[in-house]
């Protein structure tokens, strides 16, 4: 029926696994946690419902049940980089971009959706964010995005992709749309970019050039020390 992929198969199990091991191996100084109660907030915010229908605020339990501290000066936010962070990030031990946290766990690299009077999955399709904006993925990252960046301090680091098509520094994203607007300045030190290009891939936007300027002077305006390198090591 939507041209999206379905909820992925054994989610409950996979992110029931991926909490414990969150909480146990990967990061404990969050302290304890109960996973089963995550799992059914993060279920509650869209399951019976019509999967169009689903709102930030849906998932405000959820949030309030799995938010932890982020350390000062460990907050990457990217665009277009997804699997660079990942590797670099080393789950929290270098870096604690959103998708390691436990909120972001929840979600990384995973599909949801359900259905209108239905107490089940829709493992078939769900919507895409062009077939409709507030379905539940699209709605999950936009409260997780709002969360995350009101949270970072310190050093705030941003890691683009030089090679990306349409600009290092996608306006319409959840970067510019989501977190950029919710730094906290007063908890904010500096903000280091870094613009990688793609290795063997084209230089098409670099530091002060294209998008990057605009983003350059959009933290400058908002009264940021920016400092921005060129494939970063
Ligand atoms: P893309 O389009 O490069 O990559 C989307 C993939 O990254 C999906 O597998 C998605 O999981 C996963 N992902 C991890 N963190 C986020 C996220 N945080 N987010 C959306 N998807 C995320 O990424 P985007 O859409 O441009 O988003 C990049 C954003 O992530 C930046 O704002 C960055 O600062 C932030 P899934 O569940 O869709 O399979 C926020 C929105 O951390």
């Given at each position: 029926k939507w041209k999206g992929e379905g909820t992925t198969p054994n989610l409950e199990s996979i992110v029931i696994g991926r909490c414990y091991e969150y909480i146990r191996?990967?990061?404990?100084?969050?302290?304890?946690?109960?996973c089963t109660a995550i799992w059914e907030a993060f279920k509650k915010a869209?399951?019976?419902?019509?999967?169009?229908?689903?709102?930030?605020?849906?998932y405000e339990l959820f949030i309030n049940l799995s938010v932890h501290t982020i350390p000062p000066s460990k907050s990457l936010f990217w665009e277009n980089n997804h699997l660079l962070v990942t590797s670099y990030s080393d789950r929290s031990r270098r870096y604690m971009p959103l998708c390691d946290t436990l909120i972001g766990s929840f979600g990384d690299f995973l599909n949801w959706c359900g259905r209108a009077n239905?107490?089940?999955?829709?493992?078939d399709s769900c919507p895409t964010t062009e077939e409709c904006e507030n379905n539940a993925v699209e709605s999950f990252w936009k409260i997780a995005s709002v969360t995350y960046a009101k949270q970072s301090s310190g050093v705030i680091y941003i890691m683009l992709n030089g090679s990306a098509i349409g600009g290092a520094?996608?306006?319409?994203s959840f970067f510019a749309t989501y977190e950029v607007p919710n730094f906290q300045k007063d908890r904010i030190s500096r903000i280091e970019i870094w613009v990688m290009d793609d290795i063997?891939?084209?230089?098409?936007d670099s530091c002060g050039k294209g998008t990057v300027q605009i983003l350059e002077e959009r933290l400058k305006t908002m009264g940021y020390d920016i400092t921005c390198i060129d494939n970063y090591k």
């Open positions: 191996i990967v990061n404990p100084s969050v302290g304890e946690k109960n869209f399951i019976n419902k019509d999967p169009c229908n689903i709102l930030p605020l849906d239905n107490t089940e999955f829709d493992y520094y996608p306006v319409k063997g891939g084209p230089d098409l």
